[in-house]
């Protein structure tokens, strides 16, 4: 895995023309709720927040608790996934990206998220907390990770047999598989895609198992990091991100912390869009914004 150049932006005016730069990409064929989001002050903050948004999904999930992290006085920057917020939520376009692709998206998003406050947090769900995890062992400029649910592997693999899984699935035929089968198209909202391609899957499970021995290797780069699990994400396998704090923790750092939503909650895996009917924001967003106001 070779990894990107970091640029990070100087100023804060550099970072906002580098948000802007992306933001022109989202034409006419993205949908408007899923387009690049930039919350700002119009200057540096003391903290800025980015935000990695999970597969098939799009940055609309991180709305409203993108608003009240600005509204506490963060400049928040939430970039959209490349082949992601098509209006066409049957494109097989997502089913072409790659685990470089990943790595280079977070690494530019990243780079100007650093010239937006004196400090950065850097927050992912699902495959962005696979690649949040990318910042926190790479990134020593970051100084907060917030790794939401992060999609290492699937509950429906063993923990064991996700990495071979994973090969057998990136050299067959690319499969576009319902997310709910019971709905088919009609799961999920206008502003994500109803499908998952098997290569990306298998893409994302791939890095993350170059992740964690990384972090067999050496503790994170960056100053702090948070694993914050749900127990009653049954998208995900949470024996993995165990796995990493394990890892982590074995170089005797006390930078890496936990937290898990109780299964008695029923929270759904996308624990952020409070469309779904099942995500309690009255209790995940406080203690979230708590865990980022912390290390003011």
């Known amino acids: 895995m070779s990894e990107p150049v970091s640029n990070p932006a100087r100023t804060f005016q550099e970072a906002a023309s580098r948000v802007q730069q992306q933001q022109t990409q989202d034409d006419e064929t ?16 003391p903290r800025a927040v980015l935000y990695l948004h999970g597969y098939t999904d799009s940055t ?9 992290l600005f ?22 376009a997502h089913g072409d990206l790659t685990a470089s692709e ?5 690494n530019q998003a990243t780079d100007a998220a650093l010239g937006l406050g004196d400090r950065l947090t850097v927050m992912g769900l699902s495959l962005g907390g696979v690649l949040a995890t990318w910042a926190a062992e790479e990134r020593v400029q970051v100084d907060q990770v917030l790794i939401v649910s992060p999609a290492y592997g699937t509950s429906f693999i063993p923990a064991r047999f996700t990495t071979t899984a994973a090969r057998v699935f990136r050299r067959l035929p690319n499969f576009f598989l319902w997310w709910d089968p019971r709905v088919r198209a009609q799961a999920g909202f206008e502003y994500t895609y109803p499908r998952f391609a098997t290569r990306t899957l298998a893409q994302a499970f791939l890095l993350s198992d170059q992740l964690l021995t990384h972090a ?3 503790p994170p780069a960056a100053r702090t990091v948070w694993m914050i699990t749900n127990a009653n994400d049954f998208a995900v396998n949470n024996d993995i991100c165990d796995a990493f704090v394990a890892a982590w923790r074995a170089h005797k750092t006390n930078q890496v912390f936990t937290f898990q939503f109780p299964r008695a909650l029923g929270i759904p895996h996308d624990v952020m869009d409070p469309n779904d009917p099942g995500v309690k924001t009255e209790v995940i967003y406080p203690r979230l914004i708590e865990i980022i106001q912390q290390a003011n």
């Open 71 to 92: 509204e506490r006085g963060c400049n928040v920057f939430a970039p959209r996934l490349p082949y992601h917020g098509y209006k066409d939520r049957m494109t097989r």
């Open 216 to 218: 067999r290797q050496q």
């Open 30 to 45: 993205i949908h408007p709720l899923s387009r690049t989001k930039f919350w700002s002050h119009g200057e540096k903050t």
């Open 102 to 106: 990943m790595i280079a998206w977070a």
């Open 60 to 68: 609309q999930q991180f709305d409203a608790l993108g608003a009240l």
